[in-house]
C-alpha cells in the first residue's frame, strides 16, 4: 500500500522557519512531480510548491522567496524549507505526488494526512 507520510509541523514565531519532510512509501515504479499544499481555516486548498522529478521547482506567489521546495529522488521524498514565516502561514500543510505504481499503469495523484504548521507569537 502507498503511503506518503509528512513531518516536521508545529508552533513557530513570527519570522521563524520549519522544515516539512514528505516521504512516499510502498509498491512505486516512478515518483513524478512532487508538491506541498496548504488548507487553512475556512479556505479553500492551494497549492504552494512544486518540483518535478528534474528539480525544477515553481512557488505560489505568496510564498515566493521565503520558501524553497526540494526532493530526494533516492529517498522518494520532498522537503519545504519554510522560512520568514508569517501568521498568515499558518494551516495544514499536504504533501502531495504523482505515482506511476507500475510499468504500463496510469500515474495517479497521492496525498499525505497533512502536518498542522501555526505561526504565532
Known amino acids: 500500500q502507498v503511503q506518503l507520510v509528512e513531518s516536521g509541523g508545529g508552533l513557530v514565531q513570527p519570522g521563524g522557519s520549519l522544515r516539512l519532510s514528505c516521504a512516499a512509501s510502498?509498491?512505486?515504479?516512478?515518483?513524478?512531480?512532487m508538491a506541498w499544499y496548504r488548507q487553512a481555516p475556512g479556505k479553500q486548498r492551494e497549492l504552494v510548491a512544486t518540483?518535478?522529478?528534474?528539480?525544477?521547482?515553481n512557488y505560489a506567489d505568496s510564498v515566493g522567496g521565503r520558501f524553497t521546495i526540494s526532493r530526494d529522488n533516492a529517498k522518494n521524498s520532498v522537503y519545504l524549507q519554510m522560512n520568514s514565516l508569517k501568521p498568515e502561514d499558518t494551516a495544514v500543510y499536504f504533501c502531495n505526488a504523482n505515482l506511476k505504481l507500475r510499468l504500463g499503469s496510469v500515474s495517479s495523484n497521492y496525498w499525505g494526512q497533512g502536518t498542522q504548521v501555526t505561526v504565532s507569537s
Open positions: 510502498g509498491s512505486i515504479f516512478r515518483v513524478n512531480a
Open positions: 518540483v518535478t522529478s528534474g528539480g525544477s521547482a
